[in-house]
């Protein structure tokens, strides 16, 4: 069985003089992160794609997963479809994936994963998905099997919100 774990970056300041992609964690994110690495370490995460701002990188840094990462720099500024394709190129050694980016495109896609199995907990991550929230789904199968966009062999095992 596989493990995707959806994540927003942890709580940011509200701007940065250098811009969106620079804006960095505060003190309140660092704790978020850490406390959700905790949780993230017992479920195995086994490699790590995030995106390129500087919020995702610290998140992840903050989380203290001792695991290989990619950053990607379209995963800060595509969408749903580029996300689903990237996690469609993992290869089969990969057990456990977690994904690091931003909303609108992480709640988008955790709701568009989740309506199969769970409606109102879809609805929900459209309209509630706070910094440093992540959802986990299983799923029998290849990571390529989620390319097509048919996500119903998905099963959501769950939204922590912080």
């Known amino acids: 069985m596989r493990r995707l774990i959806l994540m927003r970056h942890a709580h940011t300041e509200s701007n940065n003089i250098r811009g969106d992609k620079a804006r960095n964690l505060t003190p309140r994110g660092v704790q978020q992160a850490q406390e959700a690495g905790v949780e993230l370490r017992a479920l ?3 490699y790590a794609l995030v995106s390129t701002a500087e919020r995702t990188r610290q998140t992840f840094a903050a989380l203290g997963l001792d695991v290989p990462v ?3 720099d379209v995963l800060y500024h ?3 479809e580029t996300m689903i394709q990237r996690i469609s190129e993992m290869t089969d050694d990969v057990q456990t994936l977690l994904v690091v ?3 609108p495109t992480i709640p988008s896609l955790v709701a568009e994963m989740a309506f199969a199995s769970n409606r109102s907990e879809a609805d929900e991550a459209q309209c ?3 910094t440093s ?3 986990s789904f299983s799923f029998d199968g290849t990571w390529d099997q989620l390319a097509d966009g048919d996500f119903s062999h998905l099963r959501l095992d769950g939204i922590t919100r912080r």
Do not use: I, L
Request: hydrophobic share 20%; no cysteine; aromatic share 16%.
């Open 44 to 46: 195995g995460v086994d």
């Open 133 to 135: 929230s992540y959802s």
């Open 70 to 72: 990619e950053f990607q």
């Open 128 to 130: 509630h998905f706070p």
């Open 101 to 103: 980016g931003h909303a």
């Open 78 to 80: 595509d969408g749903t």
